[in-house]
């Protein structure tokens, strides 16, 4: 190509200069010479590769696999084993979602149910007038049920209107029978909730609280009784403190039905006098608080009667921490007042009596027939207790219970009669100077000149009769409070003076059991076990799973039972005596009989080394040599099941 290119070009007339020509000619021939080496220089590189695959390919075809063989069954099963583990991994991935998903919608719960609980703390704070949460927290505040449930109530409908759902708040008579202090600033706090858009309509007869809400600005309005007859009038009570429970004594002897102790004249429409307390009064109205008990009650926020009957003694024991005053101490004072609080004309030397006869309840006193009440009080009035109760006594008390008494005996036979004669002989013989023995004689000789005292008590205006009665009332009580001060000295009588006493019958009523108050006695009650005997015949998985209640196991009902029955059968062993021989494993009147002294007294010691132990003790007197000792010789005299 170059010649003939050569040639054509010496052929054709050149316009340019020979030299220039040729330099041209020659960088190209030279820049193609290169080209053409490079070219031959990746033909040679291609040509080696080619022959590396070549030798490589030889190498493979002639090579033969050095492992066994590969069936078609293993490559199966190794396709089926990845196939599964693929399956695996895809329901992995499936759980995953659903875990983030339940994540997120347990946190938007946590999130609600946080809000909700701050916005109930925030409206119970704002109800008790308080501005610190961490008494509230620590449970330093006793507060009313009322005021709990007012509180979720608030922390509802605020969150409906958030949601742009707003309703109405409804309160009916929410708030009645609180103290005023409390009214007030739950008053003040609806009427600033009330600012806010949310509608609240609260009816109530307190005229008080209708004052608060009205000088707080809040619009009320009277509504008209449409249920009572404007012309309807009911009758004030005429009639002494003797005549009514003359007619007590007559209901208790002629009527047998589940409101005998209701008189005639109780029909009529409650007044003032008919109940010794109200929920609505303050704490210091219960007649056997003194005030240092009075002013660590209000200290943890039990400020009214309400408060108290609410609370549960064994935290307010712990929180006042008085010595004396125990759980037990604390209960016997709630079932007092319950008695106060709720049956008519009852007044606290008759509350004391029917506590102490194992009436706590103002539903007990329905339940027992008149006979039955009888005999309570005159067991118990036979015993230690009741004869130092009656030693403490004022002569008014003396007298209502003694005409009472006498009234019963002559329905219900000679035999009780011979027992209340027994009782009124040991009364004769340690009744102290200026008691019931030398009252009955100055009546005597005063009854000729004045009259009998019902005849004197229908000249006195109804409102006067509750004066004189409340006045020597608080008189008596305050008497009483006095007297208990020598209540340690009876307390601390040789034991060998002791008579033989069960405190417990499998009659007895179920919140008088070992280790069960008056909370779970209500949960027993509503599944059929009202009484020891009940508990006792009880199979305790049954129990429990009727109970069902986390903290009642059968194994916990099982140790009631053994406290119960170790109770019931050995005479003078209290209920936190058979807690501390349950919890040592003894659980029947002959094991401990034969247990050695020293051994149990070690194990009692250990046992008080624990938190169990301390529990049981709550702070009382710990266990001696002594009374172990005690414990095992009432053993050898205990009576049998069925005796009990």
């Known amino acids: 190509w170059l010649r003939a290119h050569e040639q054509v070009g010496s052929d054709a007339p050149s316009t340019e200069p020979h030299g220039s020509g040729d330099n041209h000619l020659a960088a190209e021939h030279q820049r193609l010479r290169e080209h053409r080496s490079k070219l031959t220089q990746r033909i040679e590189v291609c040509r080696r590769e080619i022959q590396d695959l070549q030798h490589q390919r030889a190498a493979m075809l002639h090579t033969r696999p050095t492992g066994p063989e590969r069936t ?184 047998d039905d589940a409101t005998w102790y209701d008189s005639a004249s109780a029909r009529t429409r409650p007044t003032e006098g008919d109940f010794f307390l109200s929920e609505a009064d303050p704490v210091d109205a219960i007649p056997d608080l003194d005030p240092a008990v009075v002013a660590r009650c209000r200290a943890f926020g ?143 000789r005063r009854s000729p000149r004045t009259g009998s005292r019902s005849d004197r008590a229908r000249t006195s205006s109804p409102a006067d009769l509750r004066t004189a009665r409340t006045a020597e009332d608080r008189a008596a009580t305050q008497s009483h409070r006095r007297s208990t001060s020598g209540t340690a000295a009876d307390r601390a009588e040789s034991r060998d003076e002791t008579p033989a006493r069960f405190y417990l019958e499998l009659s007895s009523p179920i919140v008088d059991a070992p280790s069960i108050g008056a909370r779970t006695a209500e949960r027993l009650e509503a599944v059929g076990i009202a009484t020891v005997g009940d508990l006792l015949d009880a199979d305790p998985q049954q129990l429990a799973e009727l109970l069902d209640a986390p903290r009642i196991t059968a194994k916990k009902i099982a ?29 029947d009147p002959d094991a401990l009989a034969q247990a050695d002294p020293e051994e149990l007294y070690a194990s009692i010691r250990r046992l008080l080394g624990t938190k169990t132990g301390q529990r049981i003790l709550r702070g009382g007197k710990e266990p001696d040599r002594d009374e172990i000792e005690y414990w095992i010789a009432s053993a050898g005299q205990h009576r049998t099941l069925r005796a009990a």
């Not at 101490?329 to 079932?335: D, E, G, K, N």
């Not at 118990?380 to 008390?397: C, D, I, T, V, W």
């Not at 039972?561 to 919890?583: K, M």
Request: with cysteine; glycine share 4%; charged share 25%.
């Open 559 to 587: 140790a009631w039972q053994h406290q119960a029955r170790l109770v019931c059968q050995i005479p003078n062993l209290r209920g936190h005596d058979a807690q501390f021989l349950v919890a040592c494993q003894i659980y």
């Open 72 to 255: 078609e069954a293993d490559v199966q099963r190794e396709l089926d084993t990845v196939m599964a583990q693929l399956g695996q991994l895809l329901r992995r991935e499936d759980l995953e979602r659903e875990l983030h998903a339940i994540d997120r919608q347990l946190n938007q719960q946590r999130d609600v149910a946080s809000a909700f609980s701050e916005a109930v703390d925030r409206h119970l704070l704002g109800l008790l007038g308080a501005s610190d949460r961490d008494p509230l927290r620590s449970r330093q505040i006793v507060v009313a049920p009322a005021l709990s449930a007012l509180a979720g109530k608030l922390a509802i409908v605020e969150a409906m209107q958030r949601r742009g759902e707003p309703i109405p708040l409804i309160l009916d008579a929410t708030l009645d029978h609180l103290a005023d202090a409390i009214t007030h600033r739950a008053a003040q706090h609806l009427v600033q909730v009330s600012r806010t858009g949310q509608q609240i309509i609260a009816f109530t007869s307190d005229q008080s609280l209708a004052e608060a809400f009205r000088m707080r600005g809040a619009w009320c309005e009277t509504l008209p009784c449409l249920w009572q007859s404007p012309d309807k009038q009911y009758p004030a009570l005429a009639e002494s403190e003797e005549a009514v429970n003359r007619k007590l004594a007559e209901a208790a002897c002629e009527q």
């Open 302 to 444: 039990v400020d009214t009667v309400a408060d108290f009957l609410d609370v549960s003694a064994d935290w307010l024991a712990d929180a006042i921490d008085i010595d004396g005053v125990s759980a037990a101490v604390l209960r016997r004072w709630q079932a007092e007042a319950s008695l106060l609080t709720h049956v008519r004309f009852v007044r606290p030397f008759d509350a004391r009596v029917l506590v102490g006869a194992g009436i706590r309840r103002p539903g007990d006193i329905a339940r027992l027939s008149p006979s039955e009440l009888l005999e309570r009080v005159e067991e118990f009035l036979n015993k230690p207790r009741g004869q130092r109760l009656m030693r403490s006594a004022s002569r008014r008390e003396l007298a209502r219970l003694t005409n009472w008494l006498a009234a019963a005996r002559h329905r219900h036979g000679s035999a009780s009669s011979r027992r209340v004669s027994a009782w009124r002989k040991h009364q004769r013989s340690s009744q102290p100077r200026g008691g019931h023995q030398d009252w009955q004689q100055r009546r005597a």
